[in-house]
């Protein structure tokens, strides 16, 4: 099982350039998560899927898109990228529900918007 | 709203000494709470948590949570901590809500460094 597993590691973006960030999970889960995080500001959730099909906004959802491609992936676009996007980028899963399930993190991604 | 709040954003301390992180947060009804431990260059990795039952509960590494419902607290504690448990530690709670469907809400973080 390899979990979560997030591409690329790294990233370095202009402003103004779009990029999609991909998240998979072997682990059959329903729910999908993502979040960014910030010095300070600890993790804040971008979008989430309750299950395939199913996409909602989280905390801070300007400025990113998502899909659900299917059960397993989860993807993270952002259109415009802006310097205030530069962050840590984590997805999560877990079997259902936010709250009634332990979530799993994939090793993030880092990007930098200059 | 609902918030999360953990007290302290860096904590320094020696080898053998016992550690306690505190996190707090604001809301009246049914909780989930979490703690989760990211190593450096790690990802993030459940700690321990409570649902419901003893509120006093264990997770791995020796560490160890209590849920004191009348203070809105859910404090961290290991007696000893060790040079491998340096690393940032967040809270994190989920408020059962149907607005929020148990979204889970974290803690700015506290970053802990262990010297030998």
């Known amino acids: 099982n390899a979990g979560v597993t997030q591409t690329p590691k790294f990233q370095v973006l202009k402003t103004g350039q779009s990029m999609t960030l991909q998240c998979a999970q072997d682990?059959?889960?329903?729910?999908m998560y993502w979040y960014r995080q910030d010095p300070g500001m600890g993790l804040r959730l971008i979008y989430y899927s309750a299950s395939e099909g199913t996409t909602d906004k989280g905390e801070v959802p300007n400025g990113y898109n998502v899909s659900r491609l299917n059960k397993r992936e989860f993807s993270l676009r952002l259109e415009s990228a802006a310097p205030s996007q530069t962050s840590v980028y984590f997805c999560?899963?877990?079997?259902?529900?936010?709250?009634?399930?332990?979530?799993?993190f994939g090793p993030g991604t880092r990007l930098t918007v200059t | 709203a609902q918030s999360v709040s953990q007290h302290n954003h860096h904590v320094i301390l020696s080898e053998a000494a016992s550690l306690e992180l505190g996190c707090n947060y604001s809301y009246g009804g049914t909780v989930n709470l979490f703690w989760y431990v990211q190593y450096p260059g790690q990802h993030l990795q459940l700690l321990l948590k409570?649902?419901?039952?003893?509120?006093l509960v264990k997770g791995i590494k020796g560490f160890e949570a209590e849920f004191i419902k009348s203070k809105f607290s859910f404090n961290l504690r290991k007696p000893s901590v060790q040079w491998s448990d340096t690393a940032e530690y967040f809270c994190a709670v989920s408020f059962m809500t149907t607005d929020s469907w148990g979204k889970l809400q974290f803690g700015a973080g506290t970053q802990v460094v262990v010297t030998p």
């Open positions: 999560a899963s877990n079997r259902a529900g936010g709250g009634a399930y332990e979530q799993y």
């Open positions: 682990m059959n889960h329903n729910s």
């Open positions: 409570y649902f419901s039952g003893d509120p």
